[in-house]
């Protein structure tokens, strides 16, 4: 038991610190507080005026980066200047006139550019075309070109001319000569409109309560004059290297000035009442809290003579009890918090993660599994019945181009709000990740009223009827609140959870609708005709094995592509199948990429998606389709193959590829069977082969397996389980399992099917 220091350490400590700290204040308050309140005032000026300093220079900095970067990278801006039929390529120029807008659009402060060509003595502005004699900026570029060196940049501010020396405003202009910085093949002007940094500066100053500033330019004039009119005493001056100019900062309200001068009788007042109390107090709260303090250190005395893993020991015991607890306490705090940072991050990591692996097929629960696991991961369970959305951004490429990420992402979590009320107010649940940037997967469920539950037939508000309403109540808000528009494929209701991967098959083949009968609806699956696409299915296998054999390299992608199209070809399909089967697989090589490396996907999302969605549109006949495909697959595959072999461990993981093909039928073979055979470690080889073959080890394993088990159905007599044994499986019902996986149904059905 520790004896009651604290308590001790309070009543002779306190009153006489207390007594102390009021006489300090009483001496001192009056002498300092009106200096310091004055020092302060300077001070935050100062930093004031080096802040204006700092955004204004900042701001004319980007633009100046901004017009050198597009000088120097942007090659239609690069041809212009080298032109070789000057006046004469119309077509270019307008060209560039466009990148001339971007780069204004693009910069709020930027107000006009030009471009001056020495050659042919032509100025080329984001709004015409003219020769240097006939363009209102004449005598402003001739002055420029006399001229041999210059102290800044930026000019002071001047008046812009526009076509034929018509006046457009007071602006500040940044010369470069091209090609940067001395070239003498023309020269790039930028202006920035005078207003818009009075605007600038007249904000900060706003922000600045008392403090303003303004700029004085190099010859001595103002930039603009201040708002309000109102005399400001001058603090603070500072020449920015950037610009030359001036910034000149002071203050507009002195009344802080003043404001010292009755604080002593006040404060004295103070001091007088709060020496009373404090006296009291302190007396006070020293017994009445002694108390609990002495419970808590009764509590952590105890768990630490336990020796409880939350405590670390201390190598020496203290006498002070405060500092005692504070040491115990940030020890648990820290703890705590650790432990529930850990918990939330690794909440929403796996909830995703579980929602990618269910919906993909490759985690399979049953309603038992479903209603124990929804628990840890916080989502709704007891669930009646089941269906699977997929919402699509249409036009995603100009949704993407137009947004910036953070604004998707507020979209995102916008229609994840908005879907979950619409669901409630249904009296459905859902569940929705973003598992693709565009692309929004929902789970609604529904759990059956007792009404529903005893009905001998099912009642129209099942959640068949109930998804459908929330769907296209979701469709039409976002038509009505947002400036795009989503496509959503609407599987069918099930009640076993076992089958999801096979509706959410379905949602993505309702959705793919929308790119032969149009976006912005919702698509419901049963709606489908799916007859029409019967024959095109059968082609499916050709596709998953064109489109691995694409991913990975290897050369018989070409020959698989061509009988791909032989098959269209002799089966007469109509435009509409063959539309919808290249789309499907463009929709399977997007899923095979998005496996590979980040240069691989930004290979595709940038140039090899677009030029497929190009073909696409432009579809005239299967064998001109079949032409453009496989030149664009050839020439890709060319750029694929140099960033394979430029990897360092591409080679290695190939041999390793190759072994897998030949020892599939192996039982034995496994991620250790391959550590003995080429000396990697298993977890090492397992993150090797994902990042330079594109699957897991496991994956690609079952992916070669059933892909075998597959030809042997079709083209053998032989049972399931003869051929699950020839195929690597000691136990038929995992190979079932499997191949269920892939191809939705079990092998007896798939050969039924075939035959």
Request: no cysteine; glycine share 6%; net charge negative.
């Amino acid at each position: 038991m520790m004896s009651p220091w604290w308590f001790k350490k309070q009543m002779l400590s306190y009153l006489p610190l207390l007594l102390l700290i009021i006489f300090v204040l009483l001496a001192g308050t009056f002498l300092t507080l009106t200096q310091q309140s004055k020092k302060d005032i300077v001070r935050a000026n100062g930093v004031f005026a080096e802040h204006v300093q700092q955004v204004v220079d900042f701001n004319l900095k980007s633009v100046e980066n901004q017009l050198l970067h597009s000088a120097l990278q942007n090659d239609t801006i690069k041809s212009y200047f080298h032109e070789k039929e000057l006046g004469e390529g119309y077509f270019h120029k307008y060209e560039t006139l466009k990148e001339l807008d971007k780069i204004k659009v693009s910069n709020p402060l930027i107000d006009s550019l030009y471009l001056y060509r020495t050659q042919d003595e032509s100025v080329l502005s984001d709004t015409m075309y003219l020769s240097l004699e006939q363009h209102g900026e004449k005598a402003f570029i001739s002055n420029w070109l006399k001229e041999n060196e210059y102290d800044y940049k930026w000019s002071d501010t001047r008046t812009y001319r526009g076509k034929y020396a018509d006046q457009t405003g007071q602006v500040v202009s940044l010369v470069s000569n091209y090609p940067p910085p001395l070239g003498q093949t023309g020269l790039i002007v930028v202006n920035v409109r005078v207003s818009e940094l009075k605007q600038l500066v007249d904000s900060m100053n706003a922000a600045a309560d008392i403090s303003s500033a303004h700029l004085i330019g190099t010859n001595g004039e103002e930039l603009f004059a201040p708002s309000g009119g109102e005399k400001v005493e001058i603090l603070h001056r500072y020449v920015s290297d950037y610009t030359g100019w001036e910034i000149q900062t002071g203050i507009r309200d002195r009344s802080l000035y003043s404001f010292s001068s009755g604080l002593f009788s006040l404060m004295l007042g103070i001091a007088v009442i709060l020496l009373i109390l404090g006296i009291a107090w302190i007396i006070y709260t020293s017994r009445s809290q002694y108390k609990p303090i002495h419970t808590i250190m009764q509590r952590i005395v105890y768990f630490r003579s336990a020796k409880h893993p939350i405590f670390q020991q201390q190598p020496q015991q203290t006498k002070d009890e405060l500092k005692f607890i504070e040491e115990a306490f940030q020890q648990l705090t820290t703890q705590v918090l650790e432990y529930e940072k850990e918990q939330e991050e690794g909440l929403t990591f796996k909830r995703r993660h579980t929602f990618r692996e269910l919906t993909a097929g490759n985690m399979i629960w049953n309603r038992e599994e479903w209603d124990k696991e929804a628990v840890k991961l916080k989502v709704d369970a007891g669930y009646e019945e089941i269906a699977v959305a997929i919402a699509e951004v249409d036009h995603h490429a100009d949704f993407s181009s137009k947004y910036s990420t953070r604004d998707q992402y507020l979209f995102q979590f916008v229609l994840n709000s908005v879907l979950r009320e619409m669901a409630e107010q249904q009296q459905a649940k859902a569940w929705a990740e973003w598992l693709e940037g565009h692309r929004m997967t929902i789970l609604l469920f529904h759990k059956r009223s007792t009404d529903e539950a005893h009905a001998e037939k099912p009642i129209a508000s099942g959640l068949e009827h109930k998804s459908a309403a929330i769907l296209a109540e979701l469709s039409a808000w976002v038509k009505k609140n947002l400036d795009f528009t989503i496509s959503i494929g609407v599987s069918r209701t099930i009640t076993d959870t076992e089958q999801l991967y096979l509706i959410h098959s379905e949602a993505q083949e309702a959705l793919n609708d929308k790119f032969i009968n149009g976006s912005g609806r919702v698509i419901e699956y049963k709606e489908l005709n799916v007859e029409s696409h019967r024959e095109v299915y059968k082609l499916m296998p050709k596709i998953r094995s064109f489109t691995h054999a694409y991913r990975i390299g290897e050369e018989r992608w070409k020959d698989e592509l061509q009988l791909l199209f032989q098959d269209l070809a002799v089966g007469g399909f109509a435009k509409n199948d063959v539309y919808y089967l290249i789309n499907h697989i463009i929709h399977m090589l997007r899923r095979e990429m998005m496996e590979l490396s980040e240069e691989v996907q930004t290979l595709w999302s940038n140039e090899m998606y677009p030029a497929l969605e190009r073909i696409l549109g432009g579809m005239e006949t299967i064998e001109e389709t079949r032409q453009r495909l496989a030149e664009l697959f050839s020439e890709m595959d060319e750029r694929l193959v140099e960033h394979r072999e430029s990897r360092k461990h591409y080679n290695r993981m190939q041999e390793v590829r190759h072994y897998i093909e030949q020892h599939y039928a192996n039982p034995e073979l496994s991620l250790n069977a391959l550590e003995e055979r080429f000396g990697i470690s298993g977890k090492y080889m397992s993150a090797l082969f994902r990042d330079e073959i594109g699957d897991k080890f496991v994956d690609y394993l079952t992916k070669l397996r059933v892909g075998h088990a597959e030809k042997q159905l079709m083209e053998t007599n032989e049972t399931v389980q003869q051929i699950a044994v020839q195929v690597g499986y000691t136990n038929p019902m995992t190979f079932i399992r499997s191949f269920k996986k892939h191809y939705g149904m079990t092998p007896g059905d798939y050969r039924k099917q075939q035959h």
